[in-house]
């Protein structure tokens, strides 16, 4: 969208100043947390339990070394729940990027044929097949987890990466559908309608003319069903044990602990935020977009 | 004249995707729905037995329940109406003409893409009464050492929402604001418009449907709030932040009482069915 009405004016070297002040604070208000975050990764347990908070202090790596490697200590091995964490970060991250990926893969395989037969084609009851789609991601996630942990449990699905992948398609397919839908809607028909009258198959329209119009819009599709997935907890908590427990599961198994080695939570956080974080600065033009479904533009 | 396969390929290509919408989304709940008419307990084990509609009448005869939507409610008025307000003014610092202001919005936006399990693990943290930072930089200004989890852990489960939330308020609101005409708004300041007659004649209906969409879409997304609170308070101190999506966790994987669980989920979903109707007609609306 042209950025047209923005307001330019020339403003006295006060208000500039007052303006970047204004500025500064909101971004360390809204950065802080974060920034606070990866630094505690960069303390010891001593460090992390300081007060005053220590704002200089001499950064160590070991607990991005301890989360992967077992260095169990006493008091570790009478709480126990380090134990959990510093054996297997490997695995949980290695389960959630195999979660993510297959998931992904599958629905954004199922979304994009639909979304291009609905923009395309419209076949009868498409405006209502597309609102029953997204009705579906309106729903509480706790709701549709109850009866699935019990199918889940009596076909052998539970606590597999199979089990998790399938879910996460059902879960990310209204975005997958709708985002691509409003990436077809956007490109012209000519070329396509041209070939159709020259005798091409449609189903080589589709890969040959349609999909490499798109492009762009699938990879930022990509960027906002891995977030989906990458942040979801619920999920992973019900239906998953040990061995196929993603990394947001083992984040969350240190709730209600005393004592908690914040450094090592915070070494294992910042590994697993900052690659969706990084993701925003490529997907910042079309944020507001993937957050709706498609449906707003954005700026 | 298409021949039959041509014809039948629109349909190829959406079957795949309903396939999914059946298995994983239709009859689970409908399975869930027939049980919530059952007593069963899974851990007890044995024959569900049939009880019509007591599970219902008894989850909403209970007080419990009532109080549970009542604090549900309360997080989601106190989030959804201090995220607008930030949310507001964030859209109009962002409006401006300034180096650096691309950056600035990303870096505003960055909560969004944090895990919500994440954050609410880590604001325990941040709010720790005896070492958190938020507790240190309060004490600095005030002199007053707050226990924020314990004595104030509505305030606080509102304020890690708002954290992550609030970037998403201002997206819609900037680009409400963006999309305002330049000549409408040049005309106001020929008019000599006072800046709150330009706001309600110029700038309030180019933006109105956008707010509307991202008020809406808040209130949805906070009313199923469930990882940050979880994380953060757990609804304590006893029940005073234990939204209703956690009591249903609660009945449904702590106590096991899943055919109760699932009436509650019904109950749920009926209100949430409300208020997406509410949200598609918005958006139908905006899209047009």
């Known amino acids: 969208m042209a950025t047209t009405s923005r307001i330019v004016r020339r403003r006295s070297p006060v208000k500039r100043a007052l303006l970047y002040l204004v500025v500064v604070i909101v ?31 001499e950064p160590t ?170 942040n979801e907890f619920l999920f992973a908590l019900l239906l998953t044990e040990r061995s196929v427990r993603t990394v947001p599961v083992a984040i969350a198994s240190t709730r209600g602990e005393v004592g908690i080695n914040w450094g090592l939570i915070a070494a294992l956080e910042t590994l697993y935020v900052l690659p969706a974080i990084i993701l925003i600065f490529l997907l910042q033009k079309y944020l507001l977009r993937g957050m709706t479904f498609g449906t707003v533009r954005g700026v | 004249m298409p021949s039959r396969s041509e014809k039948l390929f629109p349909i190829f290509l959406i079957i795949p995707a309903l396939a999914v919408v059946f298995f994983l989304v239709i009859f689970p709940l409908v399975w869930a729905l027939g049980l919530s008419f059952y007593k069963y307990n899974v851990l007890r084990g044995g024959e569900p037995i049939f009880v019509g509609l007591a599970n219902y009448i008894r989850l909403l005869g209970s007080e419990f329940i009532w109080e549970r939507f009542v604090t549900t409610a309360e997080f989601v008025v106190a989030a959804v109406a201090l995220e607008f307000i930030l949310g507001f003014a964030l859209a109009f610092l962002f409006h401006q003409e300034f180096t650096g202001r ?35 930089l309060i004490w600095a200004l005030t002199g007053v050492q707050v226990n924020m989890t314990k004595d104030y852990a509505m305030l606080a489960v509102v304020l890690l929402d708002a954290w992550q939330w609030t970037p998403f308020m201002m997206l819609f609101i900037l680009a409400g604001l963006e999309a305002v005409p330049k000549h409408l708004l040049e005309s106001a300041e020929i008019d000599r418009l006072s800046w709150f007659d330009k706001f309600r004649v110029v700038i309030w209906p180019t933006i109105r449907p956008l707010v509307m969409l991202a008020l809406l879409f808040r209130t949805m997304d906070a009313f199923r709030t469930f990882d940050t609170v979880f994380a953060l308070t757990e609804g304590g101190p006893g029940t005073q932040t234990e939204l209703i999506s956690i009591t249903l966790y609660r009945i449904a994987f702590k106590y096991f009482r899943t055919g109760e669980a699932c009436a509650l989920a019904f109950i749920v979903l009926v209100i949430v069915i409300l208020l997406t109707n509410l949200y598609l007609r918005m958006a139908r609306r905006v899209t047009e």
């Open chain 1, 61 to 230: 790596l070991r607990n991005f070394i301890d989360i992967f490697i077992k260095r169990q200590t006493e008091i570790e091995a009478i709480t126990g729940w380090e134990l959990e964490l510093a054996t297997g970060a490997e695995i949980f991250f290695y389960n959630s990027i195999i979660v993510t990926f297959g998931s992904i893969a599958l629905a954004l395989i199922i979304g994009t044929l639909a979304a291009y037969s609905f923009s395309r084609y419209r076949p009868t009851g498409t405006d209502t097949l597309m609102f029953f789609i997204l009705s579906t991601r309106m729903l509480p996630a706790i709701v549709v987890a109850i009866p699935i942990y019990f199918f889940y449990k009596a076909l052998g699905l539970y606590s597999t990466h199979i089990g998790l992948i399938l879910l996460y398609t059902m879960f990310n397919l209204p975005f997958a559908v709708w985002m691509m839908k409003s990436f077809f809607d956007e490109i012209p028909k000519d070329i396509e309608q041209a070939a159709m009258v020259d005798g091409t198959t449609p189903i080589k329209i589709f890969y040959k003319i349609a999909l490499p119009q798109v492009l762009v819009g699938l990879a930022a599709t990509v960027g906002f069903l891995i977030i989906n997935v990458w």
């Open chain 1, 27 to 57: 971004c360390l208000i809204f950065v802080f947390p974060i920034f606070w975050m990866v630094t505690t990764a960069f303390k010891t347990r001593a460090q992390a339990f300081s007060w005053p908070p220590l704002f200089v202090w």
């Open chain 2, 102 to 136: 691309r950056l600035a919005i990303t870096l505003v936006t960055m909560p969004l893409l944090v895990a919500p399990i994440a954050a609410g693990i880590f604001f325990k943290y941040i709010y720790d009464a005896t070492f958190g930072i938020f507790t240190y």
